[in-house]
T-cell receptor
Framework: GAVVSQHPSWVICKSGTSVKIECRSL??????MFWYRQFPKQSLMLMAT?????????EQGVEKDKFLINHASLTLSTLTVTSAHPEDSSFYIC??????????FGPGTRLTVL | AQRVTQPEKLLSVFKGAPVELKCNYS??????LFWYVQYSRQRLQLLLR??SRESIKGFTADLNKGETSFHLKKPFAQEEDSAMYYC?????????????FGQGTTLQVKP
């Protein structure tokens, strides 16, 4: 099966700093990747669609200036949480597919903002 | 608006008992429905999708367009089935891979 990795798996940062999370498709090319956010004991909420070579599209209510997405290659998408605050603390998960609806999920990144 | 509803947060059954995890959806077009599973400390993984009509690990799910439901069933639960189950909807080929998730149901299978 296809594998998606995320780095880092856990990050702690101070309020006001920026944090970059990487999402890589290890054995396939993904023209589209998706970023989700998951609060404790809650479901995944789609944040944005990352498109290789073009701008990301954001879901309603998600601040694009806050959550910067870059999909510079067919195997890498990055999510940068800018000027992070404690309310941004969450579990961030990415997914990618091979052109079908089946999505392969990364293991997630836990962000803690102090 | 597209929505996926899983009414049960927790479903607890004994080993060998039948299991049914409920999922209802709201979508005006032709949705594709999925069940994803997340075992403890593992990533989310696909369990089954309605278009493939497969039975995975003994689980089946039938899309009922009249009732807008996609309930997940297994006749005899096993302890290793204990996990978090998410029902998800994809808005078809124009939004490939973009999933809307239900709230999730924790299945607890007791020995």
């Amino acid at each position: 099966g296809a594998v998606v990795s995320q780095h880092p798996s856990w990050v702690i940062c101070k309020s006001g700093t920026s944090v970059k999370i990487e999402c890589r498709s290890l054995d396939f090319q993904a023209t589209t990747m998706f970023w989700y956010r998951q609060f404790p004991k809650q479901s995944l909420m789609l944040m944005a669609t990352s498109n290789e070579g073009s701008k990301a599209t954001y879901e309603q209510g998600v601040e694009k200036d806050k959550f910067l997405i870059n999909h510079a290659s067919l195997t890498l998408s990055t999510l940068t949480v800018t000027s992070a605050h404690p309310e941004d603390s969450s579990f961030y998960i990415c997914s990618g597919g091979r052109g079908t609806d089946t999505q392969y999920f990364g293991p997630g990144t836990r962000l803690t903002v102090l | 608006a597209q929505r996926v509803t899983q009414p049960e947060k927790l479903l607890s059954v004994f080993k060998g008992a039948p299991v049914e995890l409920k999922c209802n959806y709201s979508y005006s077009g032709s949705p594709e429905l999925f069940w994803y599973v997340q075992y403890s400390r593992q990533r989310l993984q696909l369990l089954l999708r309605h278009i493939s009509r497969e039975s995975i690990k003994g689980f089946t799910a039938d899309l009922n367009k009249g009732e807008t439901s996609f309930h997940l069933k297994k006749p005899f639960a096993q302890e290793e089935d204990s996990a978090m189950y998410y029902c998800a909807l994809s808005r078809g080929s124009s939004n490939t891979g973009k999933l809307i998730f239900g709230q999730g149901t924790t299945l607890q299978v007791k020995p």
